[in-house]
């Protein structure tokens, strides 16, 4: 506890003297730019432009170009420059989105993000759809804390806006091509040209593959490659000074091959000979398979693809007042298979086909004549409608052998210990298939009203407050059934089918509870200008995530489904920061400390039977620090860095005094961009490294005892560690070409992105390898 103090009294310390150094550096704050200052983007986080510097907020924003200078690609990329902000990325259909140590990853259709994921303003926040190329894109934006004032219903402690580049009325074209190990090829080009005088039209695509890194060792693709093809079609129209309008269609499609869930517990053996064919390595191959006919013969490995269509339009009716409109329809459907218990034999084999369809309208109006109000207001309605069917493939026999102690037999599994198992006589009653499958529904339609005010009071002093009211009309589903009959170790009978793990509903047909919920979020926020490029603020903010029913199988074949439901969770945080910038704009400085309380935290639990529910943890605590800084030393050389420290723990209930999963205590990253001369061209070098503290990938943090499996070992976890990046460019003179030179984990650090997976249910953990170094060329054109 001293050290937590500590940490905050230091983190508190640093704000205070960022305040300090803004007064000491009031008179080179005015000094006249030059080509060594820092770019101050300019961003939209309160619907208005502001340099990122004035938003009294603590926001993360990077350019197109700064993406482009890092090599990120995508979020789990972009989360290791963000303080606070953390993306696991087990693949592209279940990505876990982590903002000050909240977790926002559930696919139920009857779940509700935390951390929402915005295009243009438009949430993507569904977690099976959420996850989606960074390419073409004038910024990102990344806003901690509550911001549900700001972006809506799900920003509950956090938001993610991606501003992708619009048609503009002017011609140019870019293509880039790489290559590199494992197999890596990227190819993606844009091209903006003007239609007419008022049209524009920006055609945008990216090409990706990589094969996977881990190895099969049962032959076949490697699992956790990348297969992916991202296009984007936008029209700009803009008929007069006062109406602008931009259209914006997406779509992506990803085929990865499986994710390698990997079991500690049984060696990885040839299923057929039973030859030991790898060892326990985390990071080592796996053997790994599906089984015949299961879900129409799809591999392992998923299937998936989203659609979007975005309408953004303003028009300024008068020097003051500015209506703007954002119309939205998105679609998106995959289908993952993977094997569960981590090993050859065919134990568990499951998969998820996840679909989900929104459409929303927002309507606002903002208002500025230049004084001392600014102010904006409107509506929103939101409609979203989505399942997640689960299908549960298992072997009787092999599971009632590892009930009745025999998991021996799997040491080495082959063939040899399936006969064993199947010549045993109490078994041979048991199928060696048995299918079941359950499926949960959610439907809802939200309705918002908000308004937002700021007033700046004297020339230094700005207060803002918002508030927004929530209306949900909302619909929970399940069904269940079985799929060939009913599980005889399940103690099926000659007149009832029973479920191994789940009951079916009756008829097989899905079960619903309708059901509403309201509240309200606000925010009130005071900034003071030091000087003109330095600010300290403070803010108390609240956050809400809806009430919702999370449905369970039923408790005997044909019965009622079990709902349960989960009141709105609600966190009101309090922050302050300052940011500034010094030495005549060379120099950057940002830094936040917060505090946010959370009652009826909702956490989601595995059940014995490997189904995903929500259930109420309780209530939470976090205290941090966020820091973000640039210096530009000369034209030719940056360094910059941030650092965040976390301390989010259960404060009751179940998990009381644990680590909040996925969320470490301490990270940084630090890095430089010096370029220099030659007398054929440029050269710049990008060397980056980030660095984490130890995580746990479970809200129980593997403690004994938690665990209902008898799982005695707490390894589910990752310790610190750090990745090195290295980018080398040649910009040849008077060429508008680019060669780099990439690798990424070029220390090659062996470290884990997930643990514990569906199989630990079963009291079989599985393991997901984190990415190993990988290396390669780029050449870029751009007119």
Request: net charge negative.
């Amino acid at each position: 506890m001293r050290a937590i103090h500590t940490t905050l009294l230091l983190s508190a310390a640093s704000v205070l003297a960022l305040s300090s150094a803004s007064m000491a550096v009031a008179a080179e704050a005015d000094a006249p730019a030059d080509s060594s200052q820092v770019e101050q983007l300019i961003v939209t986080a309160q619907k208005r432009e502001q340099k990122a510097l004035d938003v009294p907020v603590s926001l993360t924003a990077y350019s197109g170009a700064m993406l482009d200078t890092l090599g990120i690609q995508e979020f789990e990329e972009l989360s290791l420059f963000v303080p606070g902000f953390e993306v696991q990325n087990q693949s592209p259909n279940n990505p876990g989105f982590v903002m000050r140590g909240i977790t926002s990853d559930s696919g139920e259709a009857t779940n509700e993000p935390r951390v929402s994921v915005y295009q243009d303003g438009v949430s993507i926040s569904k977690s099976r759809g959420s996850y989606v190329e960074l390419f073409d894109l004038e910024r990102v934006e990344v806003a901690k804390g509550p911001q549900s004032t700001l972006y809506g219903r799900g920003a509950l402690i956090g938001a993610v806006n991606i501003i992708q580049a619009k048609a503009r009325p002017e011609f140019s074209t870019s293509a880039k091509i790489e290559a590199g190990n494992f197999g890596y090829m990227l190819a993606e080009g844009m091209i903006n040209a003007p239609v007419s005088d008022t049209v524009s039209l920006r055609v945008a695509g990216r090409i990706k593959h990589r094969d996977g890194y881990v190895k099969n060792l049962l032959g076949g693709d490697d699992f956790n490659s990348t297969q992916t093809t991202a296009l984007r079609a936008a029209v700009n129209w803009r008929p007069n000074d006062r109406l602008n309008a931009d259209f914006v269609v997406n779509y992506q499609s990803d085929s990865p091959s499986g994710t390698s869930f990997k079991s500690l517990t049984y060696l990885p053996t040839d299923p057929n000979t039973g030859a030991v064919l790898g060892d326990l390595g985390r990071n080592s191959g796996a053997a790994l398979q599906t089984v015949a006919g299961f879900e129409n013969d799809q591999k392992l490995g998923l299937e998936r693809d989203v659609f979007s269509a975005t309408a953004l339009a303003s028009y300024k009716i008068s020097d003051a007042l500015t209506l703007a409109s954002t119309t939205a329809f998105r679609r998106f459907a995959g289908e993952e298979v993977f094997d569960a218990d981590g090993f050859s034999l065919p134990l568990f084999t499951f998969a998820e086909d996840a679909t989900g369809k929104s459409a929303s309208q927002d309507l606002r109006l903002n208002y500025d004549n230049g004084g001392k109000i600014t102010a904006f207001g409107g509506v929103s309605y939101f409609w979203e409608d989505g399942n997640q069917r689960v299908p549960l493939l298992f072997n009787e026999r092999a599971y009632a052998a590892r009930l009745n102690g025999l998991g021996g037999l799997f040491a080495a599994p082959n063939v040899a210990g399936l006969n064993v198992i199947n010549s045993i006589a109490g078994f041979a009653p048991f199928k060696s298939q048995h299918l079941e499958s359950y499926t949960n529904y959610g439907t809802t339609k939200s309705y918002d009203a908000y308004g937002d005010v700021t007033w700046k009071a004297t020339d230094k002093l700005e207060l803002a407050a918002g508030l927004r009211y929530t209306y949900d009309d909302k619909e929970s589903g399940y069904a269940a059934q079985l799929l060939n009959g009913g599980s005889v170790l399940g103690g099926s009978t000659a007149t009832v089918a029973r479920g191994l793990f789940v009951q079916p509903t009756a008829g097989g047909l899905p079960e619903y509870r309708s059901f509403t919920d309201n509240g309200v979020t606000y925010r009130v926020v005071g900034r003071y200008a030091v000087t003109q490029d330095a600010n300290v603020y403070a803010s108390v903010s609240t956050g809400r995530r809806p009430k919702v029913v999370s449905a369970g199988t039923p408790a005997t074949p044909g019965g009622p489904v079990r709902f349960s439901e989960i009141p709105a969770e609600e966190v009101t945080s309090y922050e302050t920061g300052a940011k500034g910038a010094f030495l005549a704009g060379h120099l950057i400085l940002e830094g936040a400390v917060y505090h946010y309380d959370y009652k009826n935290f909702q956490t989601s639990i595995r059940t014995a039977a490997g189904q995903i529910v929500s259930t109420n943890a309780g209530e939470a605590k976090a205290t941090g620090f966020e820091g973000q800084s640039t210096f530009k030393i000369t034209p030719n050389a940056s360094v910059f860095g941030t650092y965040a420290y976390s301390h989010a723990r259960f404060g009751n209930g179940l998990f009381e005094g644990n680590h909040f999963r996925l969320s470490p205590d301490n990270s940084f990253s630090l890095g430089a961009n010096v370029g220099f001369d030659a007398p054929t061209g440029r050269f710049t070098l990008t060397p980056t490294y980030t660095w984490q503290s130890e995580v746990f990938f479970d809200n129980n943090n593997d403690l004994a005892a938690l665990q209902t499996t008898g799982d005695k070992i707490q390894d589910e976890k990752q310790k610190a560690y750090g990745l090195l990046n290295l980018r080398l460019a040649y910009e040849p003179n008077n060429r508008p070409m680019k060669f780099e030179l990439f690798a990424s984990n070029l220390l090659e650090q062996d470290y884990i992105k997930d643990a514990g997976n569906t199989g630990d249910a079963f009291g079989i953990p599985t393991f997901i390898a984190g990415e190993p170094r990988y290396v390669g060329v780029s050449v870029s054109i751009k007119h």
